[in-house]
């Protein structure tokens, strides 16, 4: 696993939150981020049990009652701060101390902690509030503690309003740092796919024959399928995380057709995931990319899956769970092959920023469709899906950047279309090409296993074959 990733330690240095030292029997951590040593250094991470009563419940409302599926972080941040209230037991009487509530914010910003950090903190308090004035009998208990908690509420929105303003600063000075930098193109976005995919496909042809893959084989086609629907098909990590086994055994396979190509995709719905909840992600794969999860599925994926704990998740990591966090994962990826960090987020809005100036109105409506936007952005685009405008908008979302500069784009969208087409053909033709050479040349393997087989012996195979090595 540690062979892995191996990276210069400034690289590590930049993107580890901290690192234990192992010396000693009681590990010290030592943080090399600024805001978390100062965090740590004043005391702003100690928090009560998590298996204290008043906590236990909380947890219980948010995992059983609002189902949220990562509940850990929101937990932590109530018990941090009633630790902070009173470092001796976890209660309710902190509803009466505004002042030390106001003192509590200030520290976290006395310590760098951004204002949007701060402000998921409060949301966290103000959650903890309402699920004691709304989900436990606590109006009928104690009316003037239920009193307090209400008007609790009511006085730190002028904490609300001022962290507010920090994040639309925050927000300002992000969007001024990308203006004075060069912009991010989408071929940039997809550096990691062309550097990785060597080992990858190393690794899919090897499990593909059988072959015994290692811990770190494993991570590499599990890493590069999910660097691939994040910086190629631009989803968000929540369809990757929340894609299901029986989301991939019903996948639709539609025949596009557009003026000169004629191509088979593979399209998948995801229904669970994060944002924009009405709304069904598609996203369309290509034959050789349908191989790939095939490989995975079928030869990677039973060996993660733990016979104890069956997963229905589609896919797994290495301890055999779902995954915890696709962003880490791809920040590992991107570290592993010393190349800077490319989010969901960043690859995204580069795509979005591109077809601005590229893409006619019609393109526009089917990129905002294939991305899953929201109903204010779908509603003004279109209504309901269809398997052509899905396979159309994956051709629009995978080629981008493949356009070639000067390209007049008062054209009408038709010409446009077939412009992409005649590209987007001689693209296919020379994957299609390539992916018939590995066929034929695993196809001799197979013939010749116990060794390389001579030109007498080769010219005879193929004779015998007419020809027809696929």
Known sequence: MGAFFQAPYSSLKTCTSFIFIMGNKKRKPKWTVTVRKN???????????????????????????????????EVENVARYLYFMDPQKASMEFVENIEKTNLYFTKLGETGLCSQTQFN????????????????????????????????????????KKLCKGVSREKVIKKYKRLTKDPLQPLDCNQLLDVAKPDFLNCIYRADIGDKLLVKDKICILYYLEALLILKHLQRPGVVAN?????????????????????????????????AANQVETFALTEEEEMWF?????????????????????????????????????????????????????????????ILSQ????????????????????????????????????????QLGYKSEGVDTQKSSGEELQDQS?????????????????????????????QRPSIVKLTKYIKKKNGNLV
């Open 243 to 275: 894609m299901t086994v029986e989301e991939w055994h019903e996948r639709v396979r539609h025949t596009f057709t557009s003026e000169c190509i004629s191509e088979i995709l593979v399209i998948i719905g995801v229904k669970n995931h994060k944002t």
């Open 121 to 160: 903190y409060l949301k966290s308090i103000r959650r903890f509030i309402q699920y004691q004035t709304t989900a436990t009998n606590l109006g009928a208990t104690d009316p003037q503690l239920f009193q307090a908690c209400r008007h609790f509420l009511k006085v730190i929105n002028a904490i609300q």
């Open 39 to 73: 965090m740590h250094t004043a005391g702003m991470y100690s928090k009560h049990s998590m298996r204290t009563p008043l906590i236990k419940g909380f947890r219980n409302y948010l995992v059983k009652t609002l189902e949220v599926c990562n509940s850990k972080q």
């Open 294 to 354: 095939k490989t995975y599925f079928d030869v990677v994926r039973p060996s993660l899956v733990k016979e104890d704990n069956p997963q229905e998740a589609f896919f797994i990591s290495t301890s055999g769970n779902k995954i915890y966090k696709v962003s880490n994962d791809l920040r590992h990826f991107h570290v592993k092959h010393r190349l800077q960090n490319i989010t969901s987020q960043m690859v995204r809005r580069a795509c979005e920023t591109w």
């Open 359 to 398: 893409y006619s109105d019609v393109q526009k409506s089917l990129f905002a469709k294939y991305l899953g936007h929201t109903n204010l952005t779908a509603d003004r685009h279109y209504r309901e899906k269809t398997l052509h405008n899905i396979c159309l908008g994956s051709r629009l979302v995978t």
């Open 422 to 450: 005649l590209s987007h053909w001689h693209h296919c033709k020379k994957e299609r090409k390539d992916r018939h050479y590995k066929k034929r040349v695993k196809n001799i393997i197979r013939a010749f296993p116990a």
